[in-house]
Structure formats: structure tokens, C-alpha cells
């Protein structure tokens, strides 16, 4: 999952700051915001940074505006470009994008609908 703007710029904040370690742990936590950190493998510390980088990402059920937003700048950044020509192989791709887009949905409203 890629990082959020905010978590980007905890990771640089870390690198700026000569804290390998930190923004190795930030980035990793980012990128893996659900895996486990084993006491065994990680200090406390360490822990800790992964939870306060987590913590600036919530998922959709805790902050769907954010999570749209999210989706928004996906989008957004996946077709800018692609928007600002006007040609065929363009034209293409975004008719591409869309249908994609569409069967994500629909596939989401199916399984919605299809549980209690």
C-alpha cells in the first residue's frame, strides 16, 4: 500500500534527521500497514515509531473522507497526464482506466449487497 503524503514526509523527516532505523521502520509499516511487528524482532521503539506511522493513515470504516480522497489522488495522478492529450492512444487508455474502474465497483456492490 503506498504511503500517505503525511506518512512521505514522517519518512523524510527521518532521512533529514540521519534516522536510518527510524525511516526504515516508517516505510516498512507504511507499506504493510496490517502485518505484525513480533516483540521478539522489533524493540519497543521500534514499535512504537511503526504504530505513530500507522496512525496517520486510518482505513476507510474509521475515516472514509480521507480514504476517498486517497482514491481521488490515484486516479487523479494515473490520468492527469493522459487527460491533457488528446489522441487516440490516450483516449485508449482512459476508456481502459474506466472500464477497470467500473468492474471494481461493480464488484464491490455485489459483494455488499450480496451479505447481510
Known amino acids: 500500500m503506498s504511503p500517505?503524503?503525511?506518512q512521505c514526509l514522517r519518512i523524510a523527516d527521518a532521512l533529514l534527521d540521519d534516522n536510518v532505523a527510524q525511516a526504515e521502520v516508517y516505510l516498512w509499516a507504511a507499506?504493510?500497514?496490517t502485518a505484525e511487528f513480533p516483540d521478539e524482532d522489533y524493540s519497543?521503539?521500534?514499535r512504537a515509531w511503526a504504530t505513530a506511522?500507522?496512525?496517520l493513515r486510518?482505513?476507510?470504516a474509521q475515516d472514509l473522507e480521507s480514504a476517498l480522497v486517497r482514491l481521488d489522488q490515484a486516479i487523479?495522478?494515473?490520468?492527469?497526464?493522459?487527460l491533457q492529450h488528446d489522441d487516440s492512444a490516450a483516449r485508449d487508455t482512459l476508456r481502459s482506466v474506466g472500464t477497470h474502474l467500473l468492474a471494481r465497483g461493480?464488484?464491490?456492490l455485489t459483494v455488499t449487497e450480496s451479505q447481510p
Open 4 to 6: 500517505t503524503d503525511e
Open 31 to 33: 507499506w504493510h500497514p
Open 44 to 46: 519497543s521503539e521500534e
Open 53 to 55: 506511522i500507522r496512525t
Open 58 to 60: 486510518q482505513p476507510a
Open 76 to 82: 487523479c495522478a494515473e490520468t492527469t497526464h493522459l
Open 106 to 108: 461493480h464488484t464491490i
